[in-house]
């Protein structure tokens, strides 16, 4: 399998560090505002290259971080005159059930920022130890020339860096010794959430976030490290400086990058009135549809958000999951006992589907040559699987079908649950979890047994709890 590097410019093999198993960082959203079609990229595209990763074998721990304490949280409490907690923990909620919505696996652990100081400070003490970082009045900054490799993702010069760096004096930051050198700890601002360290009260930078939440749940070398092409300078370029600086050892082996998705080829902002978050799309289409739509194109390739375009996922998914429906029906009432000959010989066909789509899949994550491969295979089943065929024929391509749109991320058959009742269960889930964490366990008992009562099993898994019906 080839993915291409932004650190090499080039596809590579893809090799894990450790074998069978993968670890993988997903820059996550800042949580102030509910998500936007822009966010869901990422989301929606190395959500399906894990589930391909596993589909392959892989044991993948997934990491994707909530940034909790940002400038434009700490804004919006103001503006709602709350706190920035209170502020974040809503969009947070929100944004989960988005993702619930684009059916996106929730990841191994999703770290928030405001939990990790102890790291964080932790790694800014070693950088200022061994002469990485240094305390101006309670600002602690990056020596970003001391770290010799730095540019070496996004292939900028620091030389031309400081070209463009000289004129521009920002108020606050005169005590730097370089203008290329970046915050690690600033002191808070009347008003702003704060905590005490070494140097100041106050709050972590962003970049050392990700690099303290990665090693913490990743460890100090990771395999893939992703987001979308924004990140590359200055955010990861940033993480790689302080990683390698404290660490001593590379931080991450593959780096991955979606390209933008636009609206009618233009940039999204709020100000040229072209900006939808999931939630506005959820309005007139199911987020399967914005799922499928997403993955029509491949994830390096910039993508154009239009209703016509969106009204052709529809179609294509339509196509999909109608041809699901015929087979689950030839299943029912097709022909008992075993294959003919004939049907057998098809069967063995059919896998030729499943190589076009791993070959597609094995190419840098090509979704758009999957799904393609998806297609063919509908005209396949479609034109092979007449009513008058086996059961057992009818269950064999359903179970590639199935296995296919699973690693799309694509539910071929929705099961009849009423989605008040699902954003219900997931309330219930979230607020034992949160009894459990404040160690009341008669409360989440209590929860637990409301949800059995109402025919809700609930089972504890690596990946959080999970949920079915009795
Ligand atoms: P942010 O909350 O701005 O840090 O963004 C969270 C993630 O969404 C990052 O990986 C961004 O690169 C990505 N992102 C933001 N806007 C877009 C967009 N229009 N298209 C694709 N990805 C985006
Ligand atoms: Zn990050």
């Not at 944004?95 to 990790?116: R, V």
């Not at 900054?141 to 030389?159: A, H, P």
Request: charged share 35%; aromatic share 10%.
């Amino acid at each position: 399998m080839k993915i291409y590097n932004t650190l090499s410019k080039k596809k590579e093999e893809f090799v894990p560090i450790e074998e069978g198993k993968v670890r993988m960082y997903v820059c996550g959203p800042t949580v102030y505002n509910l998500i936007h079609i822009g966010n869901a990229r990422p989301m929606i595209v190395f959500d399906t290259f894990r589930r391909y990763l596993e589909y392959k074998g892989y044991e993948v721990n997934y990491v994707s971080n909530f940034t909790d304490v940002d400038d434009k949280i700490i804004k919006k409490a103001i503006e709602e005159n709350t706190t920035a907690e209170e502020i974040s923990q809503r969009y947070i909620k929100e944004c989960k059930k988005d993702m619930q919505g684009m059916n996106i696996k929730p990841a191994t652990t999703h770290p928030l920022a405001t939990k990790e100081i102890e790291g964080m400070i932790d790694m800014i003490k070693k950088l200022v130890d061994n002469g990485y970082a240094y305390d101006t009045d309670g600002t602690v900054y990056f020596r970003t020339r001391k770290f010799k490799d730095y540019g070496k993702l996004s292939k900028k010069n620091v030389d031309d860096l400081e070209a463009g760096h000289r004129d521009i004096k920002v108020a606050g930051e005169e005590s730097k010794e370089d203008p290329l050198d970046f915050v690690l700890w600033k002191p808070k601002k009347e008003g702003e959430p704060s905590w005490s360290s070494p140097w100041s009260d106050g709050r972590p930078g962003w970049h050392i976030e990700c690099s303290v939440m990665s090693k913490k749940y990743l460890g100090d070398e990771i395999d893939i490290h992703a987001g979308g092409e924004d990140l590359i300078f200055p955010h990861h370029e940033n993480e790689i400086a302080q990683s390698e600086a404290a660490n001593g050892c590379q931080f991450a082996k593959y780096w991955m990058h979606n390209a933008f998705l636009n609206i009618d080829n233009k940039k999204m902002s709020k100000s040229l009135g072209n900006f939808f978050t999931v939630r506005d799309i959820a309005e007139k289409y199911d987020l399967q549809v914005l799922r499928f739509f997403m993955l029509s194109a491949h994830y390096r390739s910039p993508l154009n958000f239009s209703d016509q375009l969106m009204e052709s996922a529809k179609s294509g998914l339509e196509r999909i999951v109608t041809a699901g429906e015929k087979l689950r029906d030839v299943m029912k009432n097709g022909k008992d006992g075993a294959m003919t000959e004939a049907e057998r010989k098809l069967a063995e066909d059919a896998q030729e589907y499943i190589k076009k789509f791993e070959d597609a899949m094995d190419d840098d994550c090509n979704t758009a040559n999957a799904i393609s491969a998806v297609f063919e295979f509908v005209k396949f089943a479609n034109s092979n699987v007449k009513e008058t065929a086996s059961k057992t024929f009818a269950e064999e391509l359903y179970k590639i079908m199935a296995q296919l749109c699973d690693i799309l991320g694509i539910i071929l058959e929705k099961k009849d649950v009423n989605v008040g009742d699902e954003a219900y269960i997931e309330e219930m889930i979230a607020k034992r979890a949160q009894a459990k964490k404040d160690k009341d366990f008669a409360l989440a008992d209590s929860i637990r047994d409301e949800l059995a009562q109402k025919g809700i099993v609930l089972k504890d898994t690596r990946e959080g709890t999970k949920w079915s019906r009795a």
